[in-house]
């Protein structure tokens, strides 16, 4: 098993921090976006006697998950740092005191009072294969939570109150018994943050766009209100300078009826991995769970429409040739079986598998993870494919290790990330990354430009997680 790490101090506690991550980015990354009109020869899988390189990646999978921590889930990876870790012993602070709670205070019914104010096995009062109630997970919220790095807030500033301490015994999750039978294959990254603070919105804007968008002319409602220094007052969709921070939803379909047109974010015109990926002439998919019954008006009840982030930009509106890029998840499935699937593939499962507390539970969401891998495998891609299984975000969920400071967008919380794949290095990779990482190593792959800054100072994820020499 391998461990390789370098400390540091980042705000004030001690964390794996490659150098990368927080300088300029390198000389060779040139910081230009390939118009999306542009193109070169199309891309063609490596021959069979090609040399052990990154080269030999024909294809990548993102599988992206819904709101939990590393701390949440991984806590007890052997190997990983997690809550047996010195620093993890962080007891919650009531802010209305200032001084530790006594007991953890509880919100959700099931989980009695008077727990220590520690760190506790959810499954002991709610089993992984039922809900438990939402925690709040906002863009005000989780810097309040972080507090500067202690990480001593996200009781007393969540809805959900304890329970954002609990977490899930590691063995007894589905993909790590996955992950068990096939360890020579499977790296697992215990640095890895969620590219913004908030939610899933734009989270899942900052996997694609790694920028958060913009609503000029946004109705006054949607705008928080903090004071002179930054703190909220009133919670609200946008900041007080018209960023796109919380749930918002689209003009295009498909979207969410109830929200009046007035509300509804217009079409960005960020550049996008997509753009990338089409002006090289790379093909691509985002494949979501529900999408075409979406498209047709009969959403399943636990369909995300702010988890479809391409929806929001100008070239994938509705009616452009863009579109073509989005698609069902049965088509993934199909073409994971048949061999069809183009290189680049974004997977978001719909929401009943997606392990969102609230709506769906996290037995339910790992099984089915589980399934699409085992799927990849049983192709005819999967020696050529790297699949990487992240999170879009915390979920409100509490975690020891502070984030890097790098931009004022973030990175949140430390969430898992497991890459699958017959070139994985094995083990525990702890190089500090955040989401915007799986676009540098994508763009690295087919020979692209950063995207943006926060991109181009990425570590190479597959110079650390992956190895190219068996």
Known sequence: MTKARTSLLVLGIPVAMGMAALGACS??????????????????????DAGTSLSNVGHVVVIFLENHSFDNLYGSYPGAEGLSSPTAKIPQINSDTGQP??????????????????????????????????????????????????????VTKSDALGLSFGYYPTAQLPLVKLINSMPSNVTVCDHFFHAAFGGSFLN????????????????????????????MIKDGVLTPEGDVVNTAYSVNAPY?????????????????IGDQLTAASVDWAWYS??????????????????????????PYADGKPGRSHLKDEAEFITASKSGTLPPVSFVKPVGTDNEHPGYADLETGQKHVVELIQGLMNGPSWNDTVVIVTYDENGGFWDHVAPPKTDKWGPGSRVPA??????????????????????????????????NDRVGRQEDLSAHALRFDR
């Open 101 to 154: 709670y006594a007991t953890l205070p509880q919100a959700n019914p099931q989980i009695p009072e008077g727990l220590p104010n520690e760190p506790f096995d959810i499954t002991k009062h709610v089993p992984a294969n039922q809900k438990t109630r939402d925690l709040v997970h906002r863009w005000y919220q989780e810097m309040g939570q972080i507090n500067g790095g202690k990480m001593d807030l996200f």
């Open 204 to 231: 899942h804007i900052w996997l694609i766009a790694a920028a958060t968008p913009t609503f000029p002319g946004a109705p006054a409602s949607m705008r928080a209100q903090v004071d002179k220094d930054g703190n």
């Open 256 to 272: 969410r009826k109830a929200t009046p047109v007035a509300e509804r974010v217009p079409n960005q015109t960020l550049p996008t």
């Open 418 to 451: 497991i890459v699958f794949s017959k070139f994985a290095r094995s083990g525990v990779d702890s190089t500090v990354y955040d989401t915007t990482a799986i676009l540098r190593f994508i763009e690295k792959r087919w020979n692209m430009p950063a995207l």
């Open 289 to 314: 769970g529900g999408w075409n019954d979406a498209l047709a008006d009969k959403p399943d009840p636990t369909f995300q429409y702010h988890h479809q982030p391409f929806v929001y930009f100008e």
């Open 27 to 48: 000389s060779d990354d040139t910081l230009v976006v390939p118009p999306r009109d542009g193109g070169v020869d199309a891309y063609k899988p490596p021959p069979a």
